[in-house]
């Protein structure tokens, strides 16, 4: 098996703990440069998953899409791991588009979708995203992929139809009930960051 390890700052838990129906998830922020985690992850998806994920067939990614997807900041690009038993479960992440915009997106694995994994994430990143004073998410999927649909609505993000996509844009808001520790996520988070003042919005 192999173990992903994140050293966190001195007396910091390097994770997350949320309790799953048969298990146990823990979610940390992905760094800079963090390659493994993101290639097992994407290892762990189907061929339909990747679709969903990325809105075409990927049998692998180039050698650009890599460098984007590690090229994580923590305040303009925050991605945040799951990992289940030491294994990276799903990924979710926000790129700032705007002072204070977003883009949001998240993948789960095949192996651990429908336990709850993509919640957390999602109450995760937009926990960070709001302590970030960013206030508008944007995302896009396929019109088949429910499950994101779903989540979007849950903070507050309606897609529509636009050229053969859904996509949106809205203010969001917080899930109703928490399912990660928030005040946790905002202490880590903000100890990942690699730089970059918070900003401003009006």
Same mark, same amino acid.
């Given at each position: 098996?192999? +173990?992903?390890?994140?050293?966190?700052?001195?007396? #910091?838990?390097?994770?997350?703990?949320?309790?799953?129906?048969?298990?146990?998830?823990?979610?940390?922020?992905?760094?800079?440069? =963090?390659? &493994?985690?993101?290639?097992?992850?994407? &290892?762990?998806?189907?061929?339909?998953?990747?679709?969903?994920?990325?809105?075409?067939?990927?049998?692998?990614?180039?050698?650009?899409?890599?460098? *984007?997807? +590690?090229?994580?900041?923590?305040? &303009?690009?925050?991605?945040?791991?799951?990992?289940?038993?030491?294994?990276?479960?799903?990924?979710?992440?926000?790129?700032?588009?705007?002072?204070? +915009?977003?883009?949001?997106?998240? =993948?789960?694995?095949?192996?651990?979708?429908?336990?709850?994994?993509?919640?957390?994430?999602?109450?995760?990143?937009? *926990?960070?995203?709001?302590?970030?004073?960013?206030?508008?998410?944007?995302?896009?999927?396929?019109?088949?992929?429910?499950?994101?649909?779903? #989540?979007?609505?849950?903070?507050?993000?309606? #897609?529509?139809?636009?050229?053969?996509?859904?996509?949106?844009?809205?203010?969001?808001?917080?899930? &109703?009930?928490?399912?990660?520790?928030?005040?946790?996520?905002?202490?880590?988070?903000?100890?990942?960051?690699?730089?970059?003042?918070?900003?401003?919005?009006?």
């Amino acid at each position: 098996m192999t +173990t992903f390890a994140f050293t966190a700052p001195l007396g #910091l838990t390097p994770y997350v703990a949320v309790p799953l129906i048969d298990g146990e998830a823990r979610l940390r922020p992905l760094l800079h440069g =963090e390659l &493994d985690p993101q290639q097992a992850v994407f &290892d762990g998806l189907s061929s339909s998953s990747r679709v969903d994920r990325f809105l075409t067939g990927l049998d692998k990614l180039t050698p650009g899409m890599w460098r *984007t997807l +590690t090229d994580v900041d923590g305040h &303009d690009h925050v991605a945040w791991l799951a990992t289940v038993d030491g294994h990276p479960a799903g990924i979710a992440r926000f790129v700032r588009v705007g002072p204070c +915009t977003a883009d949001i997106a998240f =993948e789960v694995t095949d192996e651990h979708q429908g336990r709850g994994i993509g919640t957390a994430l999602l109450d995760a990143v937009t *926990t960070v995203a709001a302590a970030m004073r960013i206030r508008r998410l944007q995302a896009a999927a396929l019109g088949t992929n429910r499950r994101s649909q779903h #989540l979007l609505a849950r903070v507050g993000v309606t #897609l529509h139809p636009s050229d053969g996509l859904l996509e949106g844009e809205s203010l969001f808001h917080l899930l &109703d009930e928490p399912v990660v520790d928030r005040p946790a996520v905002v202490r880590l988070a903000f100890e990942a960051r690699s730089h970059g003042p918070l900003g401003r919005c009006a």
